[in-house]
């Protein structure tokens, strides 16, 4: 279905004109499993029927988003809404979240933006989500990742949260 147009440089026929922007279901395959998903690209009527399709940068990003979504739904995995929901609780960012789990420093901004999670690491992240003693545990292990005055507010955010949750566990 035709969801707007917008007056832009067209990468099919050159010039700048009034595109149609579009929003159609698609299948791709995504780690060897068909994912259906909604696609958002641009239609240029200037150009033959066939070939008249083309994805804009910031279209890219959102479809390859929907992708892995509509794949972590189907693979009962943690969605990037979820891992952002889970980061921001404890006021980290992606950078410090995926060091104090040591992984690559860019490893959770991946997650939240273009790259589906393995099950092993959406584990991890569900316990997170789900024991304050378990990221307790992790930041003890961890050092100059935080700068005091935030490890002090979370490790003070942590302990509340275990006592509240009676969420005790000795690593
Ligand atoms: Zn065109």
């Given at each position: 279905m035709i969801i707007g147009t917008q007056k832009t440089q067209c990468a099919l026929c050159g010039k700048t004109h009034l595109l149609q922007i579009v929003r159609e279901r698609k299948s791709i395959q995504y780690k060897n499993q068909e994912v259906n998903y909604w696609a958002t690209f641009y239609k240029c009527l200037n150009s033959p029927v066939d070939d008249n399709e083309f994805i804009g940068i910031n279209q890219e990003k959102s479809n390859a988003l929907n992708i892995i979504n509509e794949y972590r739904k189907n693979n009962n995995l943690l969605t990037s809404d979820k891992i952002i929901e889970i980061r921001e609780h404890y006021g980290l960012t992606a950078s410090e979240l995926s060091r104090i789990l040591g992984w690559n420093s860019n490893l959770i901004d991946l997650y939240e933006t273009v790259l589906a999670q393995e099950r092993e690491n959406d584990h991890i992240l569900m316990k997170i989500k789900d024991s304050p003693s378990f990221l307790y545990h992790r930041l003890k292990r961890t050092?100059?990742?935080?700068?005091q005055n935030k490890l002090t507010q979370l490790n003070l955010l942590l302990l509340k949260e275990i006592k509240e949750k009676k969420d005790y566990f000795e690593d």
């Amino acid at each position: 279905m035709i969801i707007g147009t917008q007056k832009t440089q067209c990468a099919l026929c050159g010039k700048t004109h009034l595109l149609q922007i579009v929003r159609e279901r698609k299948s791709i395959q995504y780690k060897n499993q068909e994912v259906n998903y909604w696609a958002t690209f641009y239609k240029c009527l200037n150009s033959p029927v066939d070939d008249n399709e083309f994805i804009g940068i910031n279209q890219e990003k959102s479809n390859a988003l929907n992708i892995i979504n509509e794949y972590r739904k189907n693979n009962n995995l943690l969605t990037s809404d979820k891992i952002i929901e889970i980061r921001e609780h404890y006021g980290l960012t992606a950078s410090e979240l995926s060091r104090i789990l040591g992984w690559n420093s860019n490893l959770i901004d991946l997650y939240e933006t273009v790259l589906a999670q393995e099950r092993e690491n959406d584990h991890i992240l569900m316990k997170i989500k789900d024991s304050p003693s378990f990221l307790y545990h992790r930041l003890k292990r961890t050092k100059n990742i935080l700068n005091q005055n935030k490890l002090t507010q979370l490790n003070l955010l942590l302990l509340k949260e275990i006592k509240e949750k009676k969420d005790y566990f000795e690593d």
